[in-house]
């Protein structure tokens, strides 16, 4: 009887949830963590590609209806797996952004190859993720592509201007222990040392960490004298250094460099005034700077009014366009041309030029230093 | 630089031990983790949140707002947790230990998807209490905050050891701390006690989720989690189920991370792994946690 | 329902039923299904492993995942430095076993609640360890193994290819598991589990057989994540977060401890809920997932608060 009970109970919740009535439309997948840890960034990402697509349909470019379908991977490398065969398994969905993670980018990426069905990612920086597609074990034809750069391009961007623009000879590092703010240090390790500075400390924290003052306090008190933080991260513990800093009293000249994925608003929300004066690096050009980036903060702002962007919501709505103009040239929504199409793509959108080399990755080597305004809740480009 | 950090770690700790007296409270009563309890947390601070945009209109800023503000969250945060164990642990009492703990983590995973879908997918900003100044003491940095973060720490766990020592309600839940069915022999109404026992762990929750949030600046639908988990084996470090212990743990754990980041090369991504090793050996070398009476050979 | 499940013919009528699923589903155009079964299987897996410990000796374990990550990460390595994939998978269990073995000797003096928080904190130890020593385990970025296409001649699919594996994996662990429970060692661990000081009495060396289910279990967590790398081509340390540990637990709890086809319900209840949301959600509903798993938790939990089928040597102790 209570089996009963309990079965009907989640049967009216099924019923409730699902099935909608049929649709024929074309679907382009947003394959992000929409829930759990992650499902702040991955719900940006998917608010960007639904305006992408949104825009598209209102222009008539296309002679049908094309949705973005939400698919949620909770940046668990199994559920991404998961969803990657759900999606190859619906034969409308045409092509993949995503996923938010590099782990669950390179396993969900081998599923993909097999159907074959491009995969676009606008978040995951680990060289893995397009690098694995010159293995012999490739399972399929070369179709994953990523419209953000590999560490390499920012952290020795972000180094060559510590050492060179700001003069610091003696920097301490920082990262959270994730394949991205690792991948940022190491490089900017790299080029730092190369140039002839010193990197003094190296510290991974945890994502997630809110205390970082007895790390700060080290860094402050360690006879060496760092003379700033590069951080390789996301905006939640970057704000959180940056305040934490501030209540310490590592304030201007000590400088704190990062990394895009602490370029957003929400690292005023986190840091508050402490904000003021921090370096973060962008690819490409900042959007007031560009015409194209500058009508997507404007679309995005207007469309979503009470949601804020997240770091990674410009690459998102990039890939969901790059991925429609490949549509276009192909001609119909043919995952195989237009894998072919993603390949031939040289396209103007809010990034600059992308153009993809012969593994998947942009060859956009712009990066643009910014500096935090915290009263106008700005980053202005530093010349 | 030692200053410095004892004072970070004094901070850190105090909202560890808010928090691991809630579940140290309930376990002492009921014997089950109340997992539910870092969901608490997080809506006490949501609370505050929300009532620091109300709240100034009735009672001004500054420290009368700040203790409205406080107040009501604990209150808030409290009834929550009576809800909770009236409606998702009361009717699997007696029926095996093991079913509340995932009746909790359903109740957990409601409450952070809940927040997470009804009210913001992102970090909110949580707005300063009172203008934070910053003193310079032995060398080291001591803000406002810290200052107001212990004194409201201290002082909650002060009114709790009164409450539970020196007043009768204290005595009855202190008796069915020690056997619950004894004691609803003795005329203590059980059903009450737990409730009011509940109700004291969420309020020293929201506590620490208002103090959490005053500390960081931000809050987010899933910042219960880690100090959840941290402050329960806090818990378990002095001994679950007593008070001075729940204490104890939190102060000790706090240190222990913030010497491990700040004094070991390194050492910021191995801290939790020194802490959790610092946990198994002193559970090797005193099985019932540091302040645990031993356990009895038949739970 | 009861009736059901008593019968002889049960066990090989749902047998018979999971190995035709994924030519059942080839045919109802629901191929992705065989992916989520073949996870579902894994976590059965892991069930049936805990379920030793947790189940039969009722030692309480926090940090299980630990030993499936162990698993993943030699069979990775291992194949990474040339081992054959069947040699690679019996390094796992053997690696596995050792290092359950030596924290068993450790900590299982430990009580209760106790036992717990110290497993849950050697889950953390041994995810951060693997996290950090990049030299080993390449740290967040992970490792690749090269495929292994075990029955290719029978299927070129990989996802069936797995899914008949891990089913054949669970048969087995199914068939161990219950030869274990009726031995003699299996009704030793039920003693202690009711009545630790009884069984002393009793002559039953306590601490040898908890030891022993203790250890055991790992031996299905182990083998368990040497498929799992094995299929996915990729490990990663964020698969093997504390949150797997508490559904390896909610598996065997709300599934009946000590309940072989209960812990196999569990994980298709716990492991097969989120896929099929995914697959059945409209796009307004897609956030709200494991917010429906949540109350599926609880109210599961408030109307079979036995488990959904709880041994029926359990269920008679408590209703007598």
Not at chain 1, 20 to 41: C, F, N, Q, R
Request: charged share 15%; with cysteine.
């Amino acid at each position: 009887m209570t089996v009963r009970k309990a079965l009907a109970v989640a049967a009216v919740i099924c019923v409730a949830a699902a099935c909608g009535p049929k649709d024929t439309s074309v679907k382009i997948a947003v394959a992000v963590p929409l829930t759990g840890d992650m499902g702040t960034e991955g719900q940006g990402l998917r608010r960007a590609v639904e305006l992408a697509v949104e825009e598209a349909n209102a222009s008539g470019r296309f002679p049908y209806k094309l949705v973005a379908a939400p698919y949620d991977d909770r940046a668990d490398p199994k559920e991404a797996v998961n969803v990657a065969n759900l999606i190859i398994s619906d034969p409308r969905v045409v092509a993949v952004v995503g996923h938010y993670n590099s782990g669950c980018a390179i396993s969900a990426a081998k599923v993909y190859a097999r159907a074959p069905v491009a995969m676009v990612s606008p978040a995951a920086t680990n060289p893995e993720v397009t690098a694995q597609q010159n293995s012999p074990d490739w399972a399929g034809p070369r179709m994953v592509f990523r419209v953000v750069p590999t560490d390499d391009v920012q952290g020795s961007y972000a180094a060559t201007f510590a050492g060179g623009k700001l003069g610091r000879k003696r920097m301490a590092l920082l990262h959270d222990k994730t394949a991205y703010g690792q991948g940022l240090a190491e490089q900017f390790k790299k080029t730092f040392v190369a140039q002839g500075g010193r990197i003094v400390s190296e510290d991974g924290v945890s994502v997630g960490d809110k205390d970082f003052k007895a790390l700060l306090t080290k860094i402050k008190n360690d006879p060496s004298k760092a003379e700033g933080i590069y951080f390789g991260g996301l905006y939640t513990e970057a704000g959180l250094l940056l305040k934490q800093m501030r209540e310490l009293g590592l304030k201007d000249p000590f400088a704190f460099i990062s990394g895009d994925g602490s370029m957003t608003f929400g690292l005023f929300d986190v840091a508050g005034d402490a904000a003021d004066g921090g370096y973060l690096s962008i690819v490409g050009v900042p959007a007031d700077e560009l015409p194209s980036a500058k009508k997507f903060v404007d679309d995005y702002k207007a469309r979503f009014p009470d949601d804020e962007r997240k770091p990674f919501d410009h690459f998102g709505y990039e890939a969901a366009n790059i991925i429609m103009a490949a549509m276009e040239r192909a001609g119909g929504p043919d995952r195989v041309k237009v894998i072919q199409e993603l390949r031939k793509t040289k396209h103007e959108g809010v990034l600059g030029t992308t153009v993809f080399d012969d593994k998947g990755d942009t060859t956009s080597k712009i990066v643009t230093m910014t500096r935090a305004v915290a009263k106008k809740r700005a980053f202005d480009s530093v010349r | 630089m030692l200053v410095q950090q004892l004072v970070n770690g004094l901070t850190l700790g105090a909202i560890y031990s808010l928090i691991a007296l809630g579940y140290t409270l309930v376990y002492g009563i009921l014997t089950m983790i109340n997992f539910a309890h870092s969901e608490v947390l997080m809506l006490g601070a949501f609370m505050a949140l929300g009532l620091a945009a109300l709240l100034p209109a009735v009672f001004g800023t500054g420290l009368v707002g700040l203790a409205g503000m406080f107040v009501l969250s604990m209150a808030g945060a409290g009834l929550i947790n009576v809800i909770i164990e009236r409606f998702a642990y009361r009717p699997l009492r007696h029926v095996s230990r093991l079913a509340p703990l995932i009746s909790a983590i359903g109740v957990s995973i409601i409450l952070q998807n809940g927040v997470f879908i009804w009210v913001s997918t992102q970090s909110l900003p949580f707005p300063e209490p009172v203008a934070i100044g910053q003193v310079q003491v032995f060398g080291a940095t001591i803000s406002s905050l810290q200052v107001i973060i212990l004194a409201s720490a201290l002082l909650l766990m002060g009114l709790l050891h009164f409450f539970v020592e020196y007043t009768t309600i204290g005595k009855a839940m202190r008796a069915c701390s020690d056997d619950i069915q004894t004691a609803g022999l003795m005329g203590i109404n059980p059903n009450y006690i737990i409730a009011l026992t509940f109700f004291v762990g969420g309020a020293l929750g929201g506590a620490a989720g208002v103090l959490y949030g005053m500390n960081y600046g931000s809050i987010k639908y899933n910042l219960g989690f880690l100090p959840g988990a941290k402050a329960f084996t806090a818990a378990v470090l002095g001994g679950i189920g007593n008070i001075r212990g729940a204490v104890l743990g939190g102060f000790i754990l706090g240190f222990l991370e913030v010497l491990a980041s700040g004094y070991i090369p390194n050492g910021a991504q191995w801290r939790d792994v020194i802490a959790f090793t610092v946990l198994i050996v002193v559970l090797l070398v005193r099985p019932s946690g540091l302040l645990g009476e031993k356990l009895a050979e038949k739970v | 329902m009861k009736k059901i499940l008593n019968r002889r013919w049960t066990p090989w009528v749902a047998l018979a039923l999971a190995a035709a699923f994924p030519f059942l589903a080839a045919t109802l155009d629901a191929q992705y299904l065989v992916r989520v079964g073949g996870v579902i299987g894994l976590f059965m897996l892991l069930g049936l492993g805990l379920n030793f410990t947790l189940g039969y000796a009722g030692l309480f374990d926090l940090g299980f995942i630990a030993f499936y990550a162990i698993g993943a990460y030699t069979t990775a390595i291992a194949m990474r430095a040339g081992v054959p994939a069947p040699a690679a998978l019996v390094l796992a269990v053997l690696m596995s076993l050792a290092i359950r073995a030596l924290l068993g000797l450790t900590i299982l003096r430990l009580r209760g609640d106790y036992l717990a928080v110290v497993t849950m904190g050697f889950g953390e130890i041994a995810r951060l360890t693997i996290n950090n020593l990049d030299g080993l385990t390449n740290g967040p970025k992970g490792l690749q193994v090269a495929p292994w296409r075990p029955l290719a001649f029978f299927s070129a699919d990989p996802n069936i290819q797995y899914y008949l594996l891990i089913l054949l994996a669970v048969v087995g662990g199914v068939m161990a598991s219950s030869r274990i429970e009726d031995s003699r060692v299996g009704r030793a661990w039920i003693a202690i589990r009711e009545d630790e000081i009884a069984a002393r009495l009793s002559g039953i060396p306590v601490r040898h057989y908890k030891l022993l289910a203790f250890t055991i279990s790992a031996a299905f967590a182990g083998l368990a994540g040497g498929l799992f790398a094995q299929w996915e081509q990729f490990v990663t340390p964020e698969s093997f977060v504390f949150w797997e540990s508490i559904l390896v637990v909610s598996i065997v709890v709300l599934g009946g401890m000590g309940s072989i086809p209960g812990v196999l319900v569990g994980a298709l209840v716990l492991v097969g809920f989120p896929p099929v949301m995914q697959w059945k959600l409209s796009a307004d509903w897609i956030n709200y997932r494991y917010l429906f798993f949540g109350l599926i938790l609880v109210l599961v939990t408030l109307f079979r608060p036995q488990g959904i089928l709880p041994s029926s040597r359990r269920e008679a102790e408590l209703t007598s």
